[in-house]
């Protein structure tokens, strides 16, 4: 309960090749034609991961009587592509409302209260404080992952599991239900307060308490609401995860719908969800939660990403548009930060020749190298957000010197990259509209250029050379340039 770094990674996340995924629309798993033709989409993009949701309402259609067909057949549409199996638990909590609980729930009344305004008006959104409405989804949560452990296949085909879905409370900055009115008499937990202490990490907002020891206005002042909201709805969450790892012990994670900067308060975006400010909150209230993924639709991708780094988060991003830049986002979550993997929203709305497809088939045979690289500094990611930009990484003795090729317009790709030091001064890149110059670190004097270069891609684990690239396809040896398409470069640099 005090914990507030993450929790190291699991040892099957750490080994994962990063997932090029997709996540489907919130409807498409509800029909098997509708799932197989979002399903073949991102198989032709090339991705290995498809997210997709498991709805509370059609697996306990009745309290009690369970209906496993819609996960099967997830299950089995998934392994018939060779996909990764990625489940959304759309339980009690879906984009900060109740929409997907069963009917028997919705209108149950007095066993199932909804979360209150500070009216007393009755929200869309079941009252987290409620421990019958817990233990349901719980409960069903629970059954529809043992079900699926005991389905052949599963256990390799499921790496993670995400439990219900951008958490929170929408249009008030908190509960004020009767339970909730209760629960914010009461003092704040001690543990929080210890984790909120260890988890001062510099991060440009960080959440202070005003003091040592009380109730929650007295020690969070203007923030306490939303602190109050982050730590029970992570217990809640918390306590959902527990009784689906006690059925089956998989990495489990969230999603977050972003806070919206300056100007908004707790409640114009949900109250309570695990923004990046509430990071170290849901850390201390919720250990069975390895991770805590961003839904990136901002066009600040670099910021949230950073954001989400912090006190140790492993970086996933579930959710990102379905647009020409998306590939251009995977290369820089999975270059930059090692991401355990990147999957717009909507996969299937992208044509077959999108962008992601061609960054998808040149990562796809290079997951077990980037499995390998993460945590060892191997790595680098670039990925342009303004018309004119340059930037520096320094990956195996040599500095890399990226800068953008032309403006960003609203269709155009942007600019982006992905490289991996190989050793012996070779590196692997794949980019779009980048163009790299190199110079030694450590030591001034020496000029550094390319000893070769070829566009290819990997096959079977092995690079394959297409064609050796040189004159003015290199800038005559001195520079690695990215065209307006996707393409994959292996070089080796020296220095006279
Ligand atoms: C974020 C949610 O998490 C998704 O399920 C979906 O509703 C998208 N928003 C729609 O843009």
Redesign the pocket.
Known sequence: MTASRAPALPPALAALPPLLGGEVH?SAAASRGTLASALDRLAALGGDAAFVPLYWELLEPEEGAFDFASADTALDLCRERGLRFVPLWFGAF??AISCYAPAWVKTGGGRFPRARDRGGRALWTLSCFEAATRESDARAFAAVMAHLRGRPGAAGAIPFVQVE??VGILGTPRDFSPAAEAAFRGDVPPGLLRALEEADDGFAEPLRPLRGAGGWEAVFGEDAAEVFMAWHIARYVDAVAAAGRAAWDLPMGV?A?LDRGPGYQAGDYPSGGPTARMLPVWRAAAPRIDFVAP?I?DPDFRGYCAAYTRLGNPLLIP?SRADAGAGARALYALGRHEALGFAP?GVEDLPADAPLGAVYRLLRPMGARLAAARGAGRLAGFLQQADEETWDAELDGWRLRARTRGPTGETAVPGAALVLAEGDDTFTAVGQRIVFTFERTGGPGATAGLLWLDEGRFEDGAWRAARRLNGDETAHGTGALFGDTVTAVRFRLHAY
Do not use: G, I, V
């Open positions: 919130n879906k984009n879905n951008e999603n719908w839904d639709y959710e929203f």
